[in-house]
């Protein structure tokens, strides 16, 4: 897969396909952290040519459809005040001019979400090279993020891009042992992630709903609590790999909303109660000169005395002596909710592309790089 860093760029025209996917209420932008993560990039490529339009969606707009809340006029404008330069916002792609424009939401355009070869080719045809910089989009086969990116004379991975897949492809490499932690309500929708990291890892710590629906499979009365039973024979045969964390402590309530909890061992979980939150012992996967993967809290973090497992995990994995990658919109926000992200080894800017990659699946936008 070819580097941003490896592509000539002197005065040539260069399209760049970020995700500037922010909150933005009331035309103010709540959260800049994706802007400021794709700024290295833009002026990475402003200092060999002054030809650059970046291509983004913003929001779920009915393709054909202008809709001003979903344009990226706002972000458009905290361009400008941190470049210091102007920025056009055009709205067809014909209109893309000399100098730095920013495309309108890409997804006000028909066929970007069914891979139009016609969007594909106007997109690729209207620039020297193509830079494909959204990691958290490469699990879309769409016009911006597939097509164009085959289509284009020339087209590579941007840094943010290419930094992602050589650090996850690093951790899945076995080069180094690895210890993953994975959490969330359900095992179901982290089947295919449990699975490829218990092929490639030393030990797998579960949490989080997860974690109920393991420990039921492991016969514990796990009281009230919410779990799968259709995942339970799945979870045993992954429990019969020896790779398996359970927890032996859990925080109990009635309900999540009780404001009352208990700290019990696994065993002693009472039939009206529920497991919301776990402790974590960080001896179980304190390893020296190991990698480490996270994705997914521990328990109910959002509320304070369901958030111990996960503000524990935290701490542990920001003073741990080994890489830490971590990654998914509920891991993220833990992290800044209880850290700093730069306390991280690194920290994926993806949700679903990241979960999918750490599953094994090929991801359509890193296997349309490896083509050109």
């Given at each position: 897969m070819?580097?941003?860093?490896?592509?000539?760029?002197?005065?040539?025209s260069?399209?760049?396909?970020v995700?500037?996917?922010?909150?933005?209420?009331?035309?103010?932008?709540?959260?800049?952290?994706?802007l400021?993560?794709?700024?290295?990039?833009?002026?990475?490529?402003?200092?060999?040519t002054e030809n650059l339009?970046?291509?983004?969606?913003?929001?779920?707009?009915k393709?054909g459809?202008?809709?001003?809340?979903?344009?990226?006029?706002?972000i458009r404008?905290?361009?400008?005040?941190?470049?210091n330069r102007n920025?056009?916002l055009?709205n067809s792609i014909?209109?893309?001019n000399?100098?730095l424009?920013?495309?309108?939401?890409?997804?006000?355009?028909e066929?970007?979400?069914?891979?139009?070869?016609?969007?594909?080719?106007l997109l690729?045809?209207?620039?020297d090279?193509?830079?494909?910089e959204a990691?958290?989009?490469?699990?879309?086969k769409s016009a911006?993020?597939?097509?164009a990116?085959?289509?284009?004379?020339?087209?590579?991975?941007?840094?943010?891009?290419?930094?992602?897949?050589?650090k996850?492809?690093l951790?899945?490499?076995?080069?180094?042992?690895?210890?993953?932690?994975?959490?969330?309500s359900?095992?179901?929708?982290k089947l295919?992630?449990l699975k490829?990291?218990?092929?490639k890892?030393k030990?797998?710590?579960?949490?989080?709903?997860i974690?109920?629906?393991?420990l039921?499979?492991?016969?514990?009365?796990?009281?009230?609590?919410?779990?799968?039973e259709s995942m339970?024979?799945?979870?045993?045969?992954m429990?019969?790999t020896?790779?398996?964390?359970l927890?032996?402590?859990?925080?109990?309530?009635?309900?999540?909303?009780?404001g009352?909890?208990?700290?019990?061992?696994v065993?002693?979980?009472?039939s009206?109660?529920?497991i919301?939150?776990?402790e974590?012992k960080?001896?179980?996967?304190?390893?020296?000169?190991?990698?480490?993967?996270?994705?997914?809290?521990?328990?109910?973090?959002?509320i304070?005395?369901?958030?111990?497992?996960?503000?524990d995990?935290?701490?542990?994995?920001?003073?741990?002596?080994?890489?830490?990658?971590?990654?998914?919109?509920?891991?993220?926000?833990?992290?800044?909710?209880?850290?700093n992200?730069?306390?991280?080894?690194?920290?994926s800017?993806a949700?679903?592309?990241?979960?999918?990659f750490?599953?094994?699946k090929k991801?359509?936008?890193v296997v349309?790089?490896?083509?050109?």
């Open positions: 070819k580097s941003l860093k490896d592509v000539e760029l002197t005065n040539k260069v399209g760049l396909r995700d500037l996917n922010v909150p933005i209420d009331n035309g103010e932008i709540v959260s800049s952290d994706r400021s993560a794709v700024l290295p990039t833009i002026i990475f490529i402003l200092e060999k339009c970046l291509i983004s969606h913003l929001g779920r707009p393709e459809h202008f809709d001003e809340s979903l344009s990226l006029d706002p404008i905290w361009f400008e005040k941190r470049l920025i056009s055009i014909d209109k893309v000399k100098g424009n920013i495309l309108e939401n890409i997804r006000f355009f066929g970007e979400s069914s891979n139009s070869d016609n969007l594909a080719n690729a045809n209207k620039f090279i193509y830079v494909m990691f958290a989009t490469a699990h879309r911006s993020t597939y097509g990116i085959l289509q284009a004379k020339e087209s590579c991975a941007g840094l943010l891009f290419h930094q992602e897949v050589h996850l492809n951790a899945l490499s076995m080069t180094k042992p690895l210890i993953s932690i994975v959490g969330g359900k095992v179901s929708t295919a992630v490829n990291l218990l092929d890892s030990k797998v710590l579960v949490g989080g709903g974690a109920n629906t393991f039921k499979a492991a016969g514990f009365d796990i009281g009230n609590s919410i779990y799968e339970l024979s799945i979870c045993e045969k429990l019969n020896d790779k398996v964390i927890p032996e402590r859990v925080i109990i309530s009635e309900s999540p909303s009780s009352e909890s208990f700290f019990v061992d065993s002693d979980v009472r009206e109660m529920m919301l939150d776990l974590f960080k001896e179980s996967i304190s390893f020296v000169n190991h990698m480490f993967i996270w994705n997914g809290p521990l328990g109910i973090f959002e304070d005395i369901f958030s111990k497992g996960t503000r995990l935290v701490k542990f994995l920001e003073e741990i002596q080994g890489e830490v990658i971590a990654g998914g919109g509920e891991t993220i926000y833990a992290i800044n909710k209880f850290s992200q730069k306390k991280f080894s690194y920290v800017t949700g679903g592309a990241f979960i999918e750490i599953s094994g991801l359509p936008s349309a790089l490896g083509v050109k």
